[in-house]
């Protein structure tokens, strides 16, 4: 298995555990789990004031064990989710930074090689062509929190997603990507529908491979 944060995402993500500065208040606040642990045990907490300073806390400290988990070598995909819908929860409506949506788009599921794996082993490609990717969901969420953010994603955020399709033959979903590509005026390149000629083909290899040995 690769390592799961590649060269180009450290590229794309240069100072990974510096974007907890990207939001405030955030960056203002403690990150001591004894400081939280004291702010909450307060005497005479002001409902106005020392419960928004405990959950900026929660927020700051839940964002850095995300950022401290996807710059490992090999992060769990499990594991970066579960710190990722925490974080969410967590922040509620307060927006959270762009890159951090990013970040789980990045890691919140397996490489495009071990999903083919999982995906053949499923029988997946055969017999769900509309849902052969068990993790489309995630990537879902996490672009539609980026778009939330109010920023428009990049031809190189779809294409993460469009690599995982493509590793599973979910052509379908790599159409619906487009279709999202052009309403948002996103401009598709040579990549783009490189990796949705490929969702095409592996589709139809791994089908006839199937009716060809009988399984």
């Not at 401290?68 to 959270?96: I, M």
Request: proline fraction near 7%.
């Amino acid at each position: 298995q690769g390592t799961r944060l590649s060269s180009s995402s450290k590229r794309l993500h240069p100072t990974i555990r510096q974007w907890a500065s990207l939001s405030r208040p955030y960056t203002s606040v403690a990150l001591e789990r004894d400081d939280i642990a004291s702010t909450s045990s307060s005497v005479s907490p002001s409902p106005s004031s020392s419960s928004t300073v405990y959950v900026e806390k929660l927020v700051a400290l839940k964002m850095r064990e995300l950022l401290d988990h996807v710059s490992q070598d090999q992060p769990d995909p499990e594991r970066t989710w579960g710190l990722y819908v925490d974080l969410n929860d967590y922040a509620g409506f307060t927006p959270l930074p762009p890159q951090l949506h990013r970040l789980a788009l990045l890691n919140c599921v397996p490489s495009p090689n071990e999903m083919r794996v999982l995906s053949k082993k499923a029988y997946r490609t055969v017999y769900f062509p509309h849902e052969p990717h068990m993790y489309e969901s995630r990537m879902r969420i996490a672009m539609r929190n980026l778009r939330a953010t109010g920023e428009t994603p990049t031809v190189e955020d779809y294409h993460v997603i469009l690599k995982q399709f493509a590793a599973v033959g979910h052509f379908v979903g790599a159409g619906n990507i487009l279709k999202e590509m052009d309403i948002l005026g996103i401009q598709p390149d040579a990549r783009t529908f490189g990796f949705c000629l490929q969702a095409i083909a592996h589709r139809f290899t791994v089908v006839f491979a199937a009716v060809t040995t009988g399984k």
